[in-house]
């Protein structure tokens, strides 16, 4: 069934598979135990896929489905950035917000993930919020969530320490944060932190995370890092001038995706991103026009085998 989300048409995960299947099969012209070795299916699914699609009338000499052009972008985004999955939701309004399209179709891509992986679950960084309705509640035994950096936060709908528990929650499984400030006043603070009072311990978990939820941050002035207040407009700006375009987890890139030789990642709280890339499981959520140059840069440095966005952002990625 077909959701409405902020504007534009939204299909489900079943729709979605179904098209790629057919665009797979009929298109790129693969068998059908290729494409369910290459999607993660049985080749019954594959089958089944491919008939519900010509019963749909979404199969002629091309297929039809709403989501075929879309199918086109995640493809030529797949191969131009070496990503293994790249999930496009619908959005036709250049400029606007795309948080809550990017939300739907992220939930059952983050619910799949998540709820196939056995034993350790996985950390996340600020991934949208607006997700967690369209996540499916369950996990497997064992299943932990790790916060990936320091938050102290006030008490707000976007607070991503609320994401954290809720998200445990949603999974039936445990959650780990890091009660500190994302952002502290020193590099002695910092090694305070982490080697005297034990936040150590919890960033050591990244080594053993199976998916690493991520999201990027822009370096505008009304990001919601300066709005919470762990970065002054004297640090912004001089991000800025350093060649920062924006930051995964506090950690600020420039637009090769190198992490910035910056006094102020050295004052930050989180995980290393060389050690992130480690992560089996590496899913970027991101969107908005914003966020392009940054989400180009955070693709270089994080490699990401997921990337779910917008059709604008999409769009501009490959235009560049």
Same mark, same amino acid.
């Given at each position: #069934?077909?959701? $409405? ?6 299909? !489900? ?24 070795? *290459?999607?993660? $299916? ?10 519900? /699609? ?14 075929? %052009? ?17 999930? $496009?939701?619908?959005? /036709? %309004?250049?400029?606007?917000?795309? /948080? ?15 709820? @196939? ?18 996540? @499916? ?13 320091? *938050?102290? !936060?006030? @008490? ?15 999974? +039936?499984? %445990?959650?780990?944060?890091?009660? @500190? ?23 050591? #978990? ?34 800025? %001038? /350093? ?29 290393? &991103?060389?050690? &992130? ?8 959520? !991101?969107?908005?026009?914003?966020? +392009? =140059?940054? =989400? ?25």
């Amino acid at each position: #069934m077909n959701q $409405i989300v902020g504007g534009p048409v939204v299909q !489900s995960e079943a729709d979605r598979l179904r098209a790629r299947v057919a665009w797979l099969y009929h298109v790129e012209g693969h068998t059908q135990n290729e494409i369910a070795n *290459r999607l993660g $299916i049985n080749r019954v699914m594959v089958v089944r896929m491919l008939a519900e /699609a010509r019963r749909r009338n979404e199969v002629r000499i091309s297929i039809t489905s709403p989501l075929s %052009e879309l199918v086109a972008l995640e493809r030529a985004l797949e191969a131009a950035f070496d990503i293994r999955r790249v999930v $496009i939701a619908p959005f /036709a %309004e250049e400029g606007g917000d795309p /948080a809550q399209v990017i939300a739907a179709a992220a939930g059952a891509r983050i619910s799949r993930l998540v709820g @196939a992986r056995p034993g350790r679950g996985g950390g996340w960084g600020d991934a949208p919020s607006h997700a967690l309705p369209l996540l @499916a509640r369950g996990a497997p035994a064992g299943f932990r969530g790790r916060s990936l950096r320091a *938050r102290i !936060s006030p @008490a707000r709908p976007l607070n991503p320490a609320e994401f954290a528990w809720q998200f445990a929650e949603l999974f +039936r499984g %445990e959650g780990y944060l890091v009660p @500190a400030p994302a952002v502290v006043d020193s590099p002695e603070t910092k090694y305070a932190l982490l080697e005297r009072c034990g936040l150590a311990a919890i960033f050591e #978990m990244a080594d053993k995370l199976d998916v690493a939820l991520l999201s990027v941050g822009g370096i505008a002035n009304l990001t919601t890092s300066y709005r919470t207040g762990y970065l002054t407009e004297a640090d912004r700006r001089s991000l800025v %001038e /350093a060649g920062a375009v924006g930051d995964v987890l506090y950690n600020f890139i420039d637009a090769e995706g190198n992490v910035l030789d910056h006094e102020v990642n050295e004052r930050v709280i989180s995980v290393a &991103l060389p050690r &992130l890339r480690r992560t089996p499981e590496r899913i970027l959520v !991101s969107g908005g026009r914003e966020k +392009r =140059i940054a =989400i180009r840069a955070a693709l270089r440095t994080v490699a990401p085998t997921t990337l779910i966005t917008d059709e604008q952002t999409a769009s501009a990625l490959l235009a560049e």
